[in-house]
């Protein structure tokens, strides 16, 4: 079996891996000749479903829980399992109550327990959330090593294709692309920044909660880290706005003043598709197996969701399946 993967994201690469491993072959269009042009390029790279749960329905959490397991499979070594660590400013204690009350798998931390997982952040905050089981990956990182996984496995990268129907099947991992074109596809923009100092250690993702703009730190390692990210309804993809960099860098920040003196060494814009529940889905449209709305759960839902993608095609060539 021969399958066209449309898109290099992290759903279009998860995929293609996904195919090699149940042994079919796959090629791969990337019109950008690299994951850069991809919301994935943009991510935090958070594998938290159990913080996602605040704001998620169950079914993220479910299915997001074994992510670091899945990950490391594909890419021993990759994934960070430090935890989550949640914190707030003492005026939004209620904030870390009310996140405690819709949270499950964590536990409370007091002043010195902080300081003891984060030393940088001692003194700075009297309590805090710690989710143990999280995890983080970079994903920059991630998206090269995959990439050269799957051209050592033979999967082939091309910019675009001449006749679809020479393959048995296609998946569609376009994103932001298909909106208007998918039904109930909408687009949600995200903002993010990239600080660079040698004053702050951080050894995992810390969420600064506020009744406004919740944002997270996400350490990527050489005194780089990656502050994000706005959620805003629109489709509208220009530059950060100045009211996204004064709030984010005002988190930063809250969480330690030495970010204050940090070199601002990238600023970035992503739209990320999104149905109207905020979750992926996996369907079979006009011939072709789409995966999209993975919304601001790429990294952390895409293996799950690779799975049931590939499970679409394989029913075609299964009896009672619609082989072409």
Known sequence: MHVLVKGAGVAGLVVAHELSLRGADATVIDPAKGSRQAASWLAGG??????????????????GRDAPDRW????????????????????????????????????????????????????????????????????????????????????????????ETDYDDIVDCTGAARIGQTSGLRGVRGEMLYL????????????LLHPRFPVYIVPRGDGLFMVGATMIETEFDGP???????????????????????????????????????????????????LNGLYRHGFLLA??????????????????GNSR
């Open 46 to 63: 958070m594998l938290a479903p159990w913080c996602e749960r605040e704001s998620a329905e169950e079914a993220v959490l479910l299915r």
């Open 72 to 163: 490391d499979m594909m890419l021993p070594g990759e994934v960070h399992r430090n935890g989550t660590l949640v914190v707030a400013p003492a005026r939004d204690q209620s904030e870390l109550n009310r996140f405690a009350g819709r949270t499950s798998g964590h536990r409370w931390l007091d002043e010195e327990n902080i300081a003891s997982l984060e030393p940088a952040l001692a003194g700075r905050f009297r309590r805090g959330l710690f989710f143990p089981l999280e995890g983080h990956l970079n994903p920059r990182r991630v998206l090269g090593l995959l990439r050269e996984k799957l051209v050592d496995r033979r999967i082939a990268f091309i910019e675009r294709v001449a006749e």
């Open 196 to 207: 660079e100092t040698g004053e702050v250690t951080l050894t995992r993702p810390v969420r």
């Open 240 to 290: 950060i706005s100045a009211r996204s960099m004064m709030e984010l860098l005002n988190a930063a920040y809250a969480v330690h003043p030495a970010f204050a003196d940090a070199a601002v060494v990238e600023t970035g814009v992503g739209i990320r598709p999104a149905f109207a529940d905020n979750f992926p889905r996996a369907t079979r449209e006009r011939g072709a197996v789409v």
């Open 303 to 320: 293996p799950a969701m690779a799975q049931e993608a590939v499970d679409l095609v394989f029913s075609r060539t299964e009896p009672g």
